[in-house]
């Protein structure tokens, strides 16, 4: 995700760039984000699908906003990214603009362009800033990293034909490969 060189830049700036830009704003600098592949796409509909409709199916309080959606992730105006997903279980934090403050379960689907990304940076980023709960989906590799902040900052990694148990309710898991057509 390259970065967009020169000053630093501003929740102004974020929220002035141009019609159909994507970008996210980390420590005052913006990266620019490519669009995402056919696959990608539909792995992440499939997810966000999967979710909502155990949620709708559940009568959860739960909202799921597939990207683009904008997360202030510190509700401090300084840091905006679009996760893939994220679903936001306290509504108090959903605005017109999108979510101000940690979502609950954030879910990130690895590009090429976005693998050092979603790996470092938002790991450490999400961690911070109070997101419960937070999953690779890393086609390439097949496998998915699921950080569980509040119980181990140590990973699970868990192979795509291997179902996941989500922690935002305890009987919904999702089997990544029965996804992927």
Request: proline fraction near 7%.
């Amino acid at each position: 995700m390259p970065r967009l060189k020169g000053k630093q830049y501003t929740a102004q700036d974020y929220w002035n760039l141009p019609e159909g830009t994507r970008a996210e704003l980390i420590d005052g600098q913006l990266y620019a984000m490519a669009p995402p592949s056919r696959m990608h796409q539909e792995l992440s509909f499939s997810i966000a699908r999967k979710i909502a409709d155990y949620i709708d199916s559940h009568n959860g309080n739960c909202k799921v906003y597939p990207a683009p959606f904008a997360v202030n992730l510190n509700a401090d105006d300084e840091t905006y990214v679009e996760p893939d997903i994220s679903v936001i279980c306290d509504k108090s934090k959903l605005t017109d603009n999108g979510c101000n403050g940690a979502p609950d379960l954030v879910i990130e689907v690895v590009s090429p362009s976005s693998r050092k990304m979603d790996y470092s940076t938002k790991n450490t980023l999400y961690s911070n800033a109070g997101v419960r709960e937070y999953w690779i989906v890393d086609p390439a590799k097949e496998r998915t990293t699921v950080y569980r902040y509040e119980e181990d900052a140590a990973p699970t990694i868990i192979s795509f034909n291997h179902p996941i148990s989500a922690g935002i309710h305890d009987d919904l898991t999702i089997n990544i490969s029965e996804l992927i057509k």
